[in-house]
């Protein structure tokens, strides 16, 4: 069976896009420049690849797994473990889709009109960029959408063909040769290698930077960053010039993106590093979770852990709540969502929440205490975890196949994007103001809010009228 699923998503906030992107246009010397660097260091990386492809099929192939039920744990069902093999192939053949004369022009091009839909091209100041990290057979893009709610339109704006399986990705603002904010994305892969991508530029072919490179025998270079495929990474807001990076490899970096190089690194740990989040507010405190169960606080300015816990599975996700500094949550591959108050030895609460591994873990960015939870099972939840334990506020069996993936967006804390695995409809937006049990049940909790700004915005009034 070919692939077709949603690795990975994240939100871009409004205002952030530029609003007409450059699209980029290469001179045909360039174009040939840039197949023959493909070409060479695709046969180089060939001689040199050490990745362990194994481990990385167990991170992201679906997992068949119930009670009663035979495991087919070991099968590899999208044919991940020759997925660069193919994909190495069908780039060693690039020059076979290029063709170019004096003139500049393809001469299988013969259509020269310009496209009549030029206004979806503009991005408005309203609109949310959604960002998924896409594999159909043996493709891997990463597609840019557009999403306005006020208008109810989502469309996909560009794409970029990415050279290995996308595993992970974070958007960020830090351009180190541009001292304006820009609109960049992270990706981890199966590559050892993370790239930036700049998603103000249509039709690039290359990164805006890359973090990392594998030795090469005959330039003399010995490997910078990490050894295997990059499960997760995490920008810091803070220290906006830092990301640290968690791989197979069994390792964290932390990266200076002003020289592209990992300044710190942590471990090695016992297994595979599969989800970290920096602390919103703790600039130095980076929560790890490894597939040996042991969730890790690190304190990165002294290379020290502050505190860990044993999970009750193999780690899937870990997250901060951002409303209480001393709170985190993590999901196991297990099923189970577990709380933890990073001045105690145990969690205040665990809970078996799903059948399968919770791939997804969201909480809302408005609305306090509203938790959104997604498995492979392909089943929707959501929590309110106001108490000491958390109540099931709705569930719902999505039509997206093995759930991989969720976001919640950055300026309504009731929208939320769900990605999985099926081969007709693998992503969608979740509006959760459309639930009248979820609307009823947290509408007290964003009214507050609400009434805090209003009085604010008073304040401020009568303060200029003074």
Aim: glycine share 6%.
């Amino acid at each position: 069976m070919e692939a077709n699923v949603i690795c990975c998503t994240t939100w871009v906030k409004k205002g952030v896009a530029a609003a007409v992107p450059e699209k980029v246009e290469l001179r045909p010397d360039e174009l040939e420049k840039i197949i023959k660097e493909t070409q060479d260091t695709l046969t180089l990386e060939g001689d040199d690849d050490d990745s362990d492809e194994e481990a990385v099929v167990s991170k992201v192939q679906p997992k068949t797994e119930s009670r009663g039920e035979p495991s087919t744990a070991g099968t590899d069902e999208y044919n991940f473990a020759d997925y660069d093999n193919e994909s190495g192939n069908m780039y060693c053949h690039i020059t076979n889709l290029a063709t170019i004369d004096g003139s500049g022009k393809d001469p299988l091009i013969t259509n020269d009109e310009e496209d009549s839909d030029k206004e979806d091209d503009i991005i408005k100041p309203d609109d949310n960029l959604v960002l998924f990290g896409h594999v159909e057979g043996n493709a891997s893009i990463l597609e840019v959408f557009v999403y306005n709610e006020r208008e109810g339109s989502f469309y996909c704006h560009h794409d970029i063909l990415l050279p290995s399986f996308p595993l992970c990705i974070e958007w960020l603002n830090y351009d180190p040769t541009n001292p304006k904010s820009s609109n960049l994305c992270a990706i981890g892969s199966m590559s050892p290698i993370i790239e930036v991508w700049d998603l103000d530029m249509i039709d690039c072919l290359e990164p805006a930077y890359k973090l990392g490179h594998k030795p090469n025998k005959l330039k003399k270079q010995k490997r910078i960053g990490h050894k295997d495929a990059v499960l997760d990474v995490s920008w810091n807001h803070n220290y906006t010039h830092v990301i640290a990076s968690g791989s197979v490899d069994r390792t964290v970096l932390l990266w200076d993106l002003d020289n592209g190089k990992p300044v710190n690194k942590l471990g090695p740990f016992n297994e595979k590093v599969q989800s970290l989040k920096w602390h919103p507010q703790e600039t130095h405190e980076l929560l790890i979770g490894c597939a040996d169960r042991v969730v890790k606080l690190y304190d990165c300015m002294n290379e020290v852990p502050i505190t860990n816990w044993e999970a009750l599975g193999e780690v899937e996700r870990v997250l901060w709540n951002h409303y209480n500094k001393n709170h985190c949550i993590i999901s196991t591959d297990n099923g189970y969502i577990e709380y933890f108050d990073i001045r105690k030895p145990k969690p205040l609460w665990q809970i078996k929440a799903h059948e399968k591994e919770v791939t997804g873990l969201s909480l809302s960015t408005t609305c306090p205490d509203l938790l959104v939870s997604c498995s492979n099972d392909g089943v929707i939840k959501v929590w309110d975890i106001d108490q000491k334990s958390p109540t099931l506020v709705w569930e719902q069996t999505s039509n997206l196949g093995a759930l991989q993936c969720l976001a919640a967006n950055p300026d309504n804390g009731f929208l939320f994007i769900v990605g999985g695995d099926n081969k007709e409809h693998n992503f969608k937006v979740l509006d959760l103001m459309e639930i009248p049990m979820v609307r009823e049940r947290f509408v007290k909790h964003v009214a507050p809010k609400k009434s805090a700004e209003s009085r604010r915005e008073e304040a401020m009034d009568v303060a200029e009228d003074t």
